[in-house]
T-cell receptor, first 114, second 113 residues
């Protein structure tokens, strides 16, 4: 009974393509996030989103956009993929009124751009 | 500019001994600090957290210490077990920034039987 799930787990695609990664959480959380783990293993926040507010890390290119069809889903769309977009992308969610910022992570999607 | 740093990329300890993982930060606006554990091909899982107004939090074998004046925190695992072998990430959150987490680079802990 997966709490935060992502599809696909692996994604291999060519430069210039547009792709999406899906994320779903069944925890009833109202805030979701996307993180990128680069080749040096650093985990960096990309977006924070709830039904009221989207917070974007200013370093994220506008080729990346989160789309939320409903509270349980936050998909990541990437346009015009570049080699440097190759990374593992993690979705996460957090409960309402979280105090310590605890988040629950999905298993990750390894994106390889060739 | 890394606001959260873990200067030791790896640590090896013997089963039963204490593991000490360290983390330094620069942003004095962080109000919570968290430790996450990550196994290969899985997402990080929450381990323990500490408020910036506390200096210690304990949960079973895991204790986190915070030295706010030094902007330093550490995670103690005692006794260490082989199943603790994983990558440990230190993270910090700032309440007025959407609770987005800022992560350190991680420390790979290996507990030898």
């Amino acid at each position: 009974d997966t709490a935060v799930s992502q599809t696909p787990k692996y994604l291999v695609t060519q430069m210039g393509n547009d792709k999406s990664i899906k994320c779903e959480q069944n925890l009833g959380h109202d805030t979701m996030y996307w993180y990128k783990q680069d080749s040096k293993k650093f985990l960096k926040i990309m977006f924070s989103y709830n039904n009221k507010e989207l917070i974007i890390n200013e370093t994220v290119p506008n080729r990346f956009s989160p789309k939320s069809p409903d509270k349980a889903h936050l998909n990541l769309h990437i346009n015009s993929l570049e080699l440097g977009d190759s990374a593992v992308y993690f979705c996460a969610s957090s409960p309402p009124n979280t105090v310590n910022g605890e988040q629950y992570f999905g298993p990750g999607t390894r994106l390889t751009v060739t | 500019d890394q606001q959260v740093k873990q200067n030791s990329p790896s640590l090896s300890v013997q089963e039963g001994r204490i593991s000490i993982l360290n983390c330094d930060y620069t942003n004095s606006m962080f109000d919570y600090f968290l430790w996450y554990k990550k196994y290969p091909a899985e997402g990080p899982t929450f381990l323990i957290s500490i408020s910036s107004i506390k200096d210690k939090n304990e949960d079973g074998r895991f204790t986190v210490f915070l030295n706010k004046s030094a902007k330093h925190l550490s995670l103690h695992i005692v006794p260490s077990q082989p199943g603790d072998s994983a990558v440990y990430f230190c993270a910090a959150s700032e309440g007025n920034a959407g609770n987005m987490l800022t992560f350190g680079g991680g420390t790979r802990l290996m507990v030898k039987p």
